[in-house]
């Protein structure tokens, strides 16, 4: 909630920046027309912004009709963000690194394997990058587990358990570092491109022989869903309470017949839980028949009309990444607007 003057014109601020960021040159006119902010508080904004050199002008149209209109643009290179997906793919410790541009361009990426990741590989990562990056000022790091304030709770690599990244690298690198759940962030990817009716879910069933288990990112009301000790999402412990223990749960992943009632179980859960408008479901090699299956098993305890359009995707690392990217960025240039 914007609570004071301050706080207004950081809002004000983001409004620009969004509108802006939509359109390769536009005028303090369009601004103010896309914004529904006044000529004058347009003005001061984009002048602080000016200043700071996020916006730049780049040209002026109108010349010789009258006082000419300055053109401006956002600056892709204001700052740049380092992501660090972290997954367990194969029964190695794999990630996934993006430095991204102010518009969410990936300017370098590289993937690689890590199998004695630990803390202090993470510092050594963000350190290298950082020396050839000054740009860099915010740090986004993924990892497959539970976060609360900063520390990583669970995690399927156990030897980032208990770290606080927020602490250990803003301390030393002095940026801002957000640290996420990965479900969390490949949901608020797809939400953002999906753009659902309603309540949104996604839904990854790992592959056969990866780490990990059954997942699952809600939004809900336009807002992440956390839950109070931030448990939202793990269903695989449902599972685990109605008779499925871990160890089957990775069995039933090489079944086609009981994976996909497995599945369909899983999507009951959560259409019963949060009744969702729209469900994206990953993981496993999804496929269209698989899909089908799916909603004929919910079809068999859940009426039609409460299932949700049900869509797959299989770029999981994709989504993740970019999701990331998006995450990240938002948390420094639009914390009041998401």
Known sequence: ?????????????????????????????????????????????????????????????????????????????????????????????????????????????????????????????????????????????????????GVIEFCDIKPLEKVNFVQLLGEQFHVDVIVKNDMNIITYYLYRLQQPRGDFAAIYYPDVGSAGYVGSGFIVGGHALHGASMLAGEISHVAEAFGTPLDEQRRILGDRAAFRKFAAQMLATVCCTINPSDVVIMGNHITEEDVSAIKTHCASFISERHLPDIQFSNEIYENYVNGLIRQTLDSILFPFIV
Request: a negative charge; charged letters at 25%; one cysteine or more.
């Open 1 to 149: 909630m914007i609570t004071n003057a301050i706080e207004i014109r950081q809002w004000n601020k983001e409004r620009i920046r969004d509108a802006v960021q939509k359109h390769e040159t536009c005028t303090k006119a369009d601004i103010s027309h896309e914004t529904e902010l006044s000529m004058a508080t347009c003005s001061t904004a984009l002048n602080e912004m000016l200043e700071s050199n996020e916006i730049l002008k780049v040209d002026q149209i109108g010349a010789g009709i009258g006082r000419p209109s300055d053109l401006f643009a956002y600056n892709r290179d204001y700052l740049h963000v380092l992501c660090i997906c972290i997954y367990n793919k194969d029964d190695s410790n794999t990630i996934e690194l993006a430095v991204a541009d102010a518009l969410g361009q990936s300017i370098r990426t590289k993937s690689f394997s890590c199998d004695n990741l630990s803390s202090a590989s993470i510092e050594a990562l963000v350190s290298e990058y950082i020396a050839e990056d000054p740009l860099i000022r915010t740090v986004g790091i993924g990892i497959p587990g539970v976060v609360v304030d």
